[in-house]
């Protein structure tokens, strides 16, 4: 049979890999795997275990719903994760800590805390765990919060009431009155431990997880990043904190003005500590690099030539020697290690992207474990040792087996500021680039958000540019000025004059599209989600509606419309940085980086979607934008999710979106000059 391209349907068939770690002697890894039905409209995950070894996946979890964030005990005996299951008669109000043994059988609950399990780590002695949790700060004691949290869930009221400056994140208010804390449960018993409890030290509250602490090997300290000034806003710069178990004292193990501290790792020993060190009083923007700190000294930051970001997820080899982490450089995401000796860097495993790693094994057999996609191939999960790397699992093999890829090109272009600019290319299936076309195809940007991100050689389900080519466009995604994983002054470029540089990048990247041999220069679309949608909002009021213009139609996703009325966003905070000013005291300049000012040449015709629980791009932003241009004439449609984000998550909700991309395109491609 022929194969045919991928499509929301097969897109939805794909099983997604999640979280990955491997075993403490480093001879299998536990997955989460999440399945889909389009029928059902929803989702299940389950975790699965992988021979590093060689031999089949086998199914860990059958009888949860969302059984994630799976996590070896120090010992390789069990595994703990999180879920909302039922169990003996009863059922989770909030996700909890569950164990089970290694080598299969029935999960047992380990806490049963009213305000629920975040992340955690297992603490050495595997007898205990730490992990994260909202709670109320001026209570004590675990049934005291039981207590309150169970009146909180059968309270009348709906009213969010807040003086916080920071009480939403995301499609969420932020639990009212609550902050998150270290806790420690027994394992054995249920006992729950605050661990934070009347210290005032809490976790950053902008999604705190497991990039926020670390145990020591030897399970006498905690090492925690915080927020130390008085009132907590998202953005401010963070700090590492250390607790001492046995004396229950606090102490800074590294503080600076100038810079946000995040992801602490003990080393093997517990000698010291790595972490991601970022510059923000020199731009809020500012590469994170990696630092080192020992206890009772001045910690460092080891730049040693590195030009890209350090994140926070970091892993020390069992030796003690290097450290290993994932980092963006061009457009694609590497596995890297720090060697500690020389200093130096270098790419251990080359992507596509890889979306996580985890180390396990002794130091002269150590095994690291990677969970990588490309625009090919969904996450796959492979093992590499010294003698060659293995794959671990085919999830997705026979779905993938009938679908056939179009054609990857990466293309380097001359952008604003003389600077080469990056550009995906996906084709169409069975279109070859570099033969005689017959055929002529229509053109898509796709732009993508951040603006801090980047196009890339990496599988996505919210806007895959292989099902965007299966109807015959030609999608091409631009890196331009801002995009991550090209240097600290290719990102920072465009702070305090959004939408300048970007414009001429794209416009390059149009006045080359148009000259290729395949292209039909007459049907050109621009489409983009969050800063994506931005820039098309941007581009609508900045260049001639077609045919005078080169673009037919425009398609915007979550975009900021009115920049103003994004104070209302999560991030608001951290957006006048951006734009270099606040709008009380310099309006013209935040006018002028708005697309809602130029709303009077605003004429090509636009696609508008949203979802009403978008706190990163309130909605109001898509209902004005499209309101506008129903307002001034302009041909528009509008597809707004009452139950949806920043993304479209729901299978049934992204078949929809999908459908009327397609079908936007199809008629704006009829329409005639």
Not at 348 to 375: C, F, K, N, Y
Not at 399 to 406: E, H, R
């Amino acid at each position: 049979m022929a194969k045919k391209p991928l499509n929301v349907d097969t897109l939805w068939q794909l099983q997604r890999v999640g979280g990955i770690a491997a075993s403490p002697d480093g001879t299998q890894a536990v997955c989460s795997v999440s399945s889909y039905s389009m029928e059902h409209n929803r989702s299940s995950t389950q975790l699965w275990l992988l021979s590093t070894l060689g031999g089949k996946p086998r199914a860990l979890t059958h009888c949860g719903d969302k059984d994630g964030q799976p996590a070896w005990s120090p010992q390789g005996n069990r595994i703990a994760f999180v879920a909302r299951r039922e169990q003996e008669g009863s059922s989770d109000k909030s996700a909890q800590l569950y164990v089970i043994p290694s080598d299969g059988g029935e999960a047992r609950r380990v806490t049963t805390f009213g305000p629920g399990v975040e992340a955690f780590r297992w603490m050495p002695d595997g007898k205990r765990i730490v992990f994260i949790a909202w709670i109320w700060p001026e209570l004590k004691g675990t049934a005291a919060q039981n207590k309150r949290q169970q009146a909180f869930a059968e309270r009348k009221e709906s009213g969010y009431a807040t003086s916080e400056g920071q009480y939403r994140y995301w499609d969420r208010n932020l639990p009212m009155g609550r902050v998150p804390h270290l806790l420690m449960v027994d394992v054995a018993s249920g006992r729950v431990t605050d661990l934070l409890e009347g210290s005032g030290y809490e976790l950053p509250r902008d999604d705190p997880g497991l990039a926020c602490f670390d145990v020591s090997p030897d399970g006498r300290h905690i090492a925690f990043a915080c927020d130390l000034a008085a009132v907590k806003m998202a953005g401010q710069r963070l700090s590492l904190v250390e607790l001492d178990l046995r004396a229950k004292r606090f102490s800074k193990l590294a503080d600076h003005a100038r810079w946000d501290l995040l992801g602490p790792r003990y080393s093997p020993d517990g000698a010291q500590l790595a972490f991601s060190a970022t510059e923000v009083g020199r731009h809020h923007m500012a590469m994170g690099q990696l630092a080192f700190a020992t206890r009772g000294k001045k910690w460092s930051e080891q730049a040693a030539g590195w030009v890209n970001d350090v994140p926070a997820a970091l892993l020390w080899s069992a030796d003690g020697r290097s450290v290993h982490f994932a980092a963006e450089e061009r457009g694609r995401c590497h596995a890297w290690r720090f060697d500690i000796a020389s200093g130096g860097f270098d790419a251990t495993v080359r992507g596509g992207w890889v979306q996580a790693l985890s180390l396990g094994g002794p130091a002269d057999a150590e095994t690291l474990v990677v969970a990588i996609d490309s625009a090919s191939h969904p996450v796959q999960v492979h093992a590499h040792r010294e003698s060659g790397a293995r794959r671990l699992e085919s999830f997705n093999d026979a779905v993938l087996d009938g679908i056939t890829f179009g054609q990857v090109q990466e293309v380097g272009l001359r952008g604003a500021l003389g600077d080469e600019v990056q550009m995906w290319l996906t084709f169409p299936p069975g279109v070859n680039p570099a033969k005689k076309i017959k055929k002529k195809h229509p053109l898509l940007h796709v732009i993508h958000g951040g603006p801090y991100a980047a196009a890339g050689d990496t599988f996505s389900y919210r806007w895959n540019p292989q099902v965007l080519a299966c109807k015959g466009h030609v999608v091409a995604q631009v890196n331009f000025h801002g995009s991550s994983s090209f240097g600290f002054e290719f990102r920072s470029s465009i702070s305090g004059r959004l939408g300048e540089l970007e414009l001429q990048d794209l416009e390059a990247a149009t006045e080359w599209l148009v000259k290729q041999p395949w292209a039909d220069a007459s049907r050109l679309h621009a489409s983009g989600g969050s800063y994506g949608g931005y820039l098309v909002a941007w581009m609508n009021g900045h260049l001639p509606a077609w045919p005078l213009g080169r673009i037919r139609s425009y398609i915007c996703h979550a975009g900021v419309f009115d920049r103003v009325a994004t104070w209302s966003a999560d991030s608001y905070t951290q957006r006048h940085k951006d734009l270099g000013a606040t709008y009380w005291a310099d309006p013209a300049r935040v006018q002028a980086q708005s697309p809602a000012a130029f709303a009077a040449n605003m004429n090509t015709p636009t696609l508008v979607m949203h979802g009403a629980l978008d706190y990163r791009v309130p909605d109001q932003n898509g209902l004005a934008y499209y309101n506008t241009l129903k307002a001034r004439g302009v041909d528009a449609r509008l597809l707004w999710f009452a139950d949806e984000n920043h993304w479209i998550l729901k299978p049934r909700n992204s078949k929809q979106w999908y459908g009327e991309f397609f079908d936007w395109l199809e008629r704006q491609d009829k329409r005639k000059r």
